[in-house]
Each structure stands twice: as C-alpha cells, then as structure tokens.
C-alpha cells in the first residue's frame, strides 16, 4: 500500500512539472497597463501623455527599471492618443527612459524561457533613428549571460531568440540614449526539467512500479 501511495504521489508530482510549461504573451494589455499612473498634461502637451511606474506586472512576469529612486526612472507606455510615439504593434506597447536598464523576471522566481518580442523605434519624424538593442539573459542557478543583438527599424519587427535562451533568472536590455525603442508581445514560457530530470524521474517511477509487482508476487 505504501509503495502504491509512493507511485501514486510520483505520478502527481510529474504531472505537476508538465503543468508548470504554461506560454504567455506580456502584451501590456488594457487591464494591465491601468496599474501604472498615468499622466494628464494640459494641452497642447497632452499629445505626449504617457503611463508610467517603476515596476509593471502582467501574467506572472515582472518588468522593473533600473533608475529606481531617480528623477528619470520610469517604465512608460504612450496612451492612445499619443502623436510623438509611434503606434504600438497592438492595443499598447512599453518603453523605458533613456540609459534605463529593464530587467524580466518570474514573480515566483522560476526559471522561464523567452522565445520572441516585438521591437520598433519609439519616436517618430526626424528625430526617430534605427538602432539596436542588446538582450542578456542570465540562466537560472549561473552568473554566465547568454547575449543576442537586434537591429530595429521603424516598421514592427518580430525577433526570435536563440535556443539559449531557455531556464533563465532574468532576461536585461537598455534603453538607448538617442536610438530610442518600444517593445511589445514578449512571448515567455515557464521552464520545463531537463532532460536528464525527466530520465531519473521516469527511472525512479520505473523502479517503484518494479517494487509494486514484485510485492504482489
């Protein structure tokens, strides 16, 4: 009985790390975006109007600024009605202010994987220029980064990420000086055992099925 129990608890526990390989899209949706403040200048600088925090949270991810503390430390997302920006890919989309730092991380601390994000440049007229944005992910347990560079442009673009990027800690990126950017639609997965956890779990289900049969003969 007791060994059925054991198998029984190792079947749930599997089936628990399955769960946990859930997908999500932080794509600064309206819910969302409505924790941050928001601000509401008189006209005619209410064409600038933005919402803006130190920390954003959306889907079980965190999005925080490094210039906490500072007279320029926001997270900022442009309002519907913004003319200096440039248009989100969707309903909203995030920039930060420049020289900021923006770091990803898991609210429970897991591991995640991070698979693409939408990026474009923030500003629009002549003051708007390409540029490029370096992302560095740490992986979970290391202090090692794994580094990948896009090139942006003025239209939407999609980037993947390579395969290293899986089982990170945190994913960090800056916001440039001059070549200023916007990003959106950054799809995250929750990190899955790797392949050698699966194979010494399987094992160890294996031998406790053995144990089962071997009890009932």
């Not at 803006?52 to 309002?79: A, I, K, N, Q, R």
């Not at 020289?99 to 609210?107: N, Q």
């Not at 591991?111 to 002549?126: E, H, M, R, W």
Request: proline content about 4%; overall charge negative.
């Amino acid at each position: 009985m007791k060994t059925t129990t054991m198998l029984q608890a190792s079947l749930v526990a599997a089936s628990l790390c399955a769960a946990t390989a859930h997908a999500a899209v932080i794509d600064f949706d309206a819910t969302s975006v409505a924790q941050l403040s928001h601000t509401n200048l008189p006209s005619p600088l209410n064409v600038v109007n933005v919402y803006h925090g130190t920390s954003y949270v959306e889907d079980g991810f965190e999005l925080s600024s490094s210039l906490v503390g500072t007279p320029f430390h926001s997270l900022f997302v442009p309002d519907d009605h913004n003319v200096l920006y440039r248009p989100a890919a969707d309903s909203y989309a995030m920039a930060a202010t420049a020289l900021a730092t923006v770091t990803l991380t898991s609210v429970d601390h897991s591991a995640f994987n991070v698979t693409s994000i939408d990026l474009a440049k923030l500003l629009k007229g002549p003051l708007a220029l390409d540029g490029s944005v370096t992302f560095y992910g740490t992986k979970a347990g290391t202090s090692t980064p794994v580094v990948q560079k896009f090139d942006y442009t003025g239209s939407w673009t999609t980037f993947l990420f390579n395969a290293n990027f899986t089982g990170l800690s945190s994913l960090s990126w800056t916001q440039g000086a001059l070549s200023r950017y916007e990003f959106d639609n950054i799809n995250v997965t929750a990190a899955v055992p790797e392949a050698q956890t699966w194979a010494m779990l399987l094992a160890g289900l294996g031998m406790l099925g053995w144990m089962a049969r071997r009890k009932r003969a």
